[in-house]
């Protein structure tokens, strides 16, 4: 009989790819594989429709309320999230008002999560983290967590949320049976908290089978620039790009912006920047097209502020996504992109964070040198193609799953 496991997200799959990744491979190994999500946002509909007819073999469940679909239901979770906001004031976390009142779908997750036995229970997101290990212990099982963000250090310290967040961690952690970090110094925050816990590093990378080699810049006249997230906004390293750009009004360099944008923040952008650069916004895609899409420029922005400890810690997707697209990078000196750079310095630039002028003159220095910026996207691919890729974190994940589940 196949192994049970079961991951669970505060989120939808399609906004989780590292959840995605390890619900696909442990189908592939011939686990029996549930998903229980919360529909949180509408734009990953569609793409979370077609993954599901695709991977038919993966039960997947959908809890809580749409908040489009459930108006109702959506706004008595809001509401029921403000009473537990109120309720923790006088209780303190006497009934997990932390979780309650942090996580909007947090019950629903448990709820259902408590109906389906299985040998070992997976989250992804924090919300999901009381679901995984009270389900665990009321089937005997396993549960280990994916911690994608060093979550107290996404916040100021003098943010209340940063203690309630430590409160989570400092409760459930302790009960997990492994953990694994998406960054080194993830890894290494979290050990200095729980110095008895061991966390894994996997890397945010993609399978191989993304890779795409784009155009020659040789013979190219503009060079182009690549930066996405699910949402555009502000403090993301953005801004010192446009005034870099400013900085660069006698080249043609065009900036490619793909996800979520709200009209303020467009009318920002297009305000911001001079009139010779071109701006083109990309709506979202699925995680699949965006390697794709992504080949067809030259340069990918890694331009994350150090503003927190867990912006300071962690490796985004969006330089793996460069790699296996063919672009250089360019990136910001945080703590964690400093020692990326340190370790892979071949394929691409490093500047020091929101310093404008450092930034526009490495712009200059690959328009100009376009033997250099053609080298760095080659080894950009060839690190993709024989290191960072999710085939071989991928065989990481797996062990530790199997030893996981054999150690009793």
Same mark, same amino acid.
């Given at each position: 009989?196949?192994?049970?496991?079961?991951?669970?997200?505060?989120?939808?799959?399609?906004?989780?790819?590292?959840?995605?990744?390890?619900?696909?491979?442990?189908? +592939?190994?011939?686990?029996?594989?549930?998903?229980?999500?919360?529909? =949180?946002?509408?734009?990953?509909? %569609?793409?979370?429709?077609?993954?599901?007819?695709?991977?038919?073999?993966? /039960?997947?469940?959908?809890?809580?309320?749409?908040? $489009?679909?459930?108006?109702?239901?959506?706004?008595?979770?809001? $509401?029921?999230?403000?009473?537990?906001?109120?309720? !923790?004031?006088?209780?303190?976390?006497?009934?997990?008002?932390?979780?309650?009142?942090?996580?909007?779908?947090? +019950?629903?997750?448990? +709820?259902?999560? $408590?109906?389906?036995?299985?040998?070992?229970?997976?989250?992804?997101?924090?919300?999901?983290?009381?679901?995984?290990?009270?389900?665990?212990? !009321?089937?005997?099982?396993?549960?280990?967590?994916?911690? %994608?963000?060093?979550?107290?250090?996404?916040?100021?310290?003098?943010?209340? +949320?940063?203690?309630?967040?430590?409160?989570?961690?400092?409760?459930?952690?302790?009960?997990?049976?492994?953990?694994?970090?998406?960054?080194?110094?993830?890894?290494?925050?979290?050990?200095?908290?729980?110095?008895?816990?061991?966390?894994?590093?996997?890397?945010?990378?993609?399978?191989? !089978?993304? =890779?795409?080699?784009?155009?020659?810049?040789?013979?190219?006249?503009?060079?182009d620039l690549f930066w996405f997230s699910q949402f555009i906004g502000p403090?993301?390293?953005?801004?010192?790009?446009?005034?870099?750009?400013?900085?660069?009004?006698?080249?043609?360099?065009?900036?490619?912006?793909?996800?979520?944008?709200?009209?303020?923040?467009? /009318?920002?952008?297009?305000?911001?920047?001079?009139?010779?650069? !071109?701006?083109?916004?990309?709506?979202?895609?699925?995680?699949?097209?965006?390697?794709?899409?992504?080949?067809?420029?030259?340069?990918?922005?890694? @331009?994350?502020?150090?503003? /927190?400890?867990?912006?300071?810690?962690?490796? @985004?997707?969006?330089?793996? /996504?460069?790699? $296996?697209?063919?672009?250089?990078?360019?990136?910001?000196?945080?703590?964690?992109?400093?020692?990326?750079?340190?370790?892979?310095?071949?394929?691409?630039?490093?500047?020091?964070? %929101?310093?404008?002028?450092?930034?526009?003159?490495?712009?200059?220095?690959?328009?100009?040198?376009?033997?250099?910026?053609?080298?760095?996207?080659?080894?950009?691919?060839?690190?993709?193609?024989?290191?960072?890729?999710?085939?071989?974190?991928?065989?990481?994940?797996?062990?530790?799953?199997?030893?996981?589940?054999?150690?009793?």
């Open positions: 009989m196949h192994k049970k496991i079961m991951l669970i997200s505060s989120g939808q799959p399609s906004a989780n790819p590292r959840a995605v990744k390890e619900a696909l491979l442990l189908s +592939q190994k011939n686990f029996d594989v549930t998903f229980i999500y919360c529909p =949180l946002s509408p734009w990953a509909d %569609e793409f979370d429709k077609q993954l599901f007819a695709e991977n038919a073999s993966i /039960t997947w469940i959908s809890t809580g309320y749409h908040p $489009l679909k459930n108006k109702i239901g959506y706004l008595f979770a809001r $509401l029921r999230k403000k009473y537990w906001e109120f309720i !923790k004031k006088y209780a303190q976390n006497k009934f997990d008002n932390n979780i309650k009142s942090s996580v909007l779908f947090s +019950q629903e997750l448990l +709820q259902e999560a $408590l109906k389906h036995k299985a040998d070992l229970y997976i989250g992804h997101n924090l919300g999901a983290i009381a679901a995984v290990v009270k389900a665990a212990k !009321k089937y005997k099982a396993k549960a280990g967590f994916d911690a %994608e963000d060093f979550h107290r250090g996404e916040f100021r310290d003098v943010d209340i +949320q940063k203690k309630i967040t430590a409160s989570i961690e400092n409760k459930y952690f302790p009960l997990l049976d492994y953990c694994t970090v998406a960054s080194p110094l993830i890894g290494e925050a979290y050990k200095r908290i729980f110095p008895d816990k061991a966390f894994t590093v996997i890397n945010n990378v993609f399978s191989k !089978k993304y =890779l795409r080699e784009g155009k020659s810049i040789i013979e190219k006249k503009s060079m403090k993301r390293g953005l801004e010192t790009v446009l005034l870099a750009l400013n900085e660069c009004k006698d080249l043609e360099i065009k900036l490619h912006l793909l996800g979520n944008i709200n009209e303020t923040y467009k /009318t920002f952008i297009l305000e911001t920047v001079n009139d010779k650069t !071109k701006i083109i916004f990309l709506p979202p895609t699925s995680s699949e097209e965006i390697f794709t899409i992504g080949s067809q420029f030259d340069i990918g922005l890694a @331009t994350e502020l150090p503003e /927190t400890p867990n912006r300071e810690y962690c490796l @985004t997707n969006k330089i793996f /996504t460069y790699l $296996l697209s063919g672009n250089a990078i360019l990136f910001s000196d945080t703590k964690a992109q400093s020692k990326f750079f340190n370790s892979y310095s071949g394929s691409g630039l490093l500047y020091e964070s %929101e310093n404008v002028f450092e930034l526009a003159a490495k712009f200059k220095q690959l328009y100009n040198d376009r033997l250099l910026l053609h080298k760095m996207k080659e080894n950009a691919l060839a690190l993709a193609q024989n290191e960072l890729n999710w085939e071989k974190e991928g065989e990481t994940f797996i062990d530790l799953v199997k030893n996981t589940l054999s150690n009793n």
